[in-house]
């Protein structure tokens, strides 16, 4: 049993499924609570606020994709973790789910207890993160390096692959200047020279989604995190 009681959501057109879910992760310790309608399992999470919400991809009126894409559009479910439980196996669906903000994708019919397993572990991820969020004034920025996120001011934004690792390079150690040299070939793997605006445009890029007063330039050096 878990010492704290966490708030699931099942979304599911299944009812059978739902029941047996239910009563499954009840009697591991979790508060559960279950929907089969797409608009009204996104009304639900808005009003319950669920810690972990697990849902079928394919879903009557809208489907996953279009009930994660909603659900990341609300401010009190940016530290929510979504996962995919589904029989769909394509590896499009599944890289589908991630860029609509999926943080796991789990297809059906996998042991009772490694389900439990993988719930377990994501919750335990989502406890950590929490009490580094509380730690934070309102105006915070933290990095996840483990599922590639952004936290500015406790809303999730997802960045591009460079975007993130150059961001996660600055945050490493703010105050500190990286020149262009270290940027690229840290980065990149390989000299990029001044002329060459490719670190100038994924800097612009991330300034877009963070606002200017995080990332300084240091004019003829390089860049400095101001945190």
């Known amino acids: 049993m878990i010492s704290v009681q ?32 797409s608009k009204q ?20 009126e809208m489907d996953g994709i279009e009930i994660c894409t909603e659900l990341k559009l609300i401010p009190e479910l940016c530290s929510t973790i979504i996962v995919f439980y589904t029989q769909r196996s394509e590896e499009y669906s599944q890289v589908t789910a991630f860029n609509a903000g999926a943080d796991d994708y789990i297809i059906k019919h996998v042991k009772a207890r490694v389900l439990a397993s993988r719930i377990k572990a994501l919750l335990k991820r989502h406890a950590v993160f929490s009490e580094i969020l509380n730690s934070l004034n309102e105006e915070g920025l933290i990095i996840d390096r483990e599922s590639y996120l952004i936290y500015k001011d406790g809303v999730k ?23 262009r040299k ?7 793997g390989y000299e990029i020279f ?34």
């Open 182 to 188: 270290e940027i690229s070939q840290l980065i990149w």
């Open 157 to 179: 934004i997802i960045l591009p692959r460079k975007e993130f690792e150059l961001l996660s390079l600055l945050y490493s150690s703010p105050k500190k200047v990286f020149t």
């Open 41 to 60: 399992a996104i009304q639900l999470a808005k009003e319950e606020v669920p810690h972990l919400i697990i849902m079928e991809l394919e879903m009557p």
């Open 6 to 37: 966490f708030k699931i959501l099942l979304i599911d057109k299944d009812e059978e499924l739902l029941a047996t879910a239910s009563a499954n992760l009840t009697a591991e310790g979790y508060q559960v609570l279950i929907c089969n309608n």
């Open 194 to 227: 001044a002329k060459n605006r490719t670190i100038d445009v994924h800097i612009r890029k991330i300034r877009e989604k963070l606002g200017d007063k995080y990332i300084k330039t240091i004019k003829g050096i390089g860049y400095r995190l101001d945190i």
